[in-house]
């Protein structure tokens, strides 16, 4: 039976996943918290074969503790769940060590599909994201701003549009005030704009937030 987490700051999804393979042969949720540093007080008591999260969560954001809970469970399997565009966040989500990521529009089939996969060592990701990943279009620029961001630009990026300032990114990410300037001023240049409020829009534009 593969045992499964689910993290998701809102009770229905985690209470709609659980009963999805309440009578399911292979798949068991053994539980649901609602914020990332409660992953790894559960992981730590419970076993746990697939964790499933959610990106936005209270405390500490998904990828953020993605990067932290596979330096210390290395075979633990996550896939990210989120409405947030695949186009961007799936790449970063894999780079962070993510096993899989599905869309919050998917159907019930292919989210026990994802956890099958995943459990089974492989990475799973949609077909058009698959085919996203091995297109090179150079006439599309939105490819080409995803490949340049970094998983960590993303994050930065993301808690910039959320409007919060660097010091209070610097205490999420668990970084310092220099750093997160550092990745500020690599987005600028990145993605071509010379003011917070031009790189949020940008963001929007090629649908990072």
Request: aromatic letters at 6%.
């Amino acid at each position: 039976m593969i045992k499964v987490l689910v993290v998701d700051y809102h009770p229905i999804v985690r209470e709609g996943l659980r009963l999805l393979f309440d009578k399911d042969p292979e798949i068991e949720v053994v539980g649901t918290v609602g914020t990332g540093i409660e992953i790894f007080e559960f992981v730590r008591r419970h076993p746990v074969d697939v964790l499933i999260s959610e990106i936005d969560l209270p405390e500490l954001n998904g990828i953020t503790a993605l990067r932290a809970i596979k330096k210390e469970h290395k075979d633990l399997r996550v896939i990210m769940f989120s409405y947030h565009p695949e186009e961007i966040y799936a790449i970063s989500s894999i780079k962070a060590g993510a096993s899989g990521y599905l869309s919050k529009t998917v159907d019930t089939k292919t989210i026990k599909e994802a956890v099958l996969k995943v459990y089974n060592g492989a990475i799973y990701l949609s077909d058009n994201m698959a085919k996203h990943l091995n297109f090179d279009d150079t006439r599309n620029t939105k490819s080409k701003l995803y490949k340049r961001l970094s998983t960590r630009e993303v994050e930065v990026l993301k808690l910039l549009s959320s409007g919060k300032k660097n010091k209070e990114i610097a205490q999420e990410l668990d970084i310092n005030e220099k750093t997160v300037s550092t990745y500020k001023a690599r987005l600028f240049k990145k993605l071509n704009v010379t003011n917070l409020v031009d790189l949020i829009h940008q963001a929007k534009h090629i649908g990072t937030v």
